[in-house]
């Protein structure tokens, strides 16, 4: 068996209309189709029809929230294409009122942790290009914590850097080098 790719994911929802809100208002996914009588709310990120669905629990309001002693999803994470998109998810979440509950330099990627309406774990990550092949045989993972503040603090300094160093630049540099020279000898 060969999978593709993942192709959505459906969460189980409190408030079907907050979780719109939260996930397209704040996070950006567009509503592709509302269908009450067929599971709810399907969302995209725009390269396919649904990335993320919502379906409303019968109770929701009763309902058992996520929590860290059970099993299942710990978070759904969505990459970003440039660092400053970082920055600026941080900026538009605290803007909104959500709690960056923690941010991690992860050595291939910074991250940005926070929780939904419903407490279900996101992340919202910067990779930068060619992780794969800097670190072919896995990261150090020296996960280093990363300041975060509130609504009344300014953007932490680690957002307004430019990241990766000059180190890592020179590497990420020398892999696309060595990629285009290998993909001109294959033509």
């Not at 929701?60 to 929230?65: I, S, T, V």
């Not at 990766?164 to 892999?175: K, T, Y």
Request: net charge negative.
């Amino acid at each position: 068996m060969r999978l593709w790719k993942l192709g959505h994911v459906l969460l189980r929802v409190s408030d079907e209309e907050r979780a719109r809100w939260f996930y397209c208002d704040v996070l950006g996914l567009k509503v592709a189709e509302r269908d009450p009588d067929h599971g709810g709310l399907f969302t995209t990120l725009g390269d396919g029809f649904h990335t993320l669905d919502f379906a409303r629990h019968p109770a929701g309001e009763q309902a058992q929230k996520p929590g860290r002693d059970q099993l299942g999803l710990i978070h759904i994470a969505f990459q970003v294409e440039h660092y400053a998109d970082l920055r600026d998810a941080y900026v538009n979440l605290v803007r909104n009122g959500i709690t960056v509950e923690r941010a991690t330099d992860h050595e291939n990627q910074r991250s940005l942790y926070f929780r939904d309406p419903d407490g279900n774990g996101l992340e919202i990550y910067y990779e930068f290009p060619c992780a794969l092949q800097i670190f072919p045989n896995g990261r150090n993972d020296v996960d280093t914590a990363l300041e975060v503040g509130g609504p009344e603090d300014p953007v932490p300094a680690w957002l307004q850097e430019t990241w990766p160093g000059p180190e890592l630049q020179a590497r990420i540099e020398a892999v696309r080098q060595q990629a285009g020279t290998a993909s001109a000898v294959a033509s």
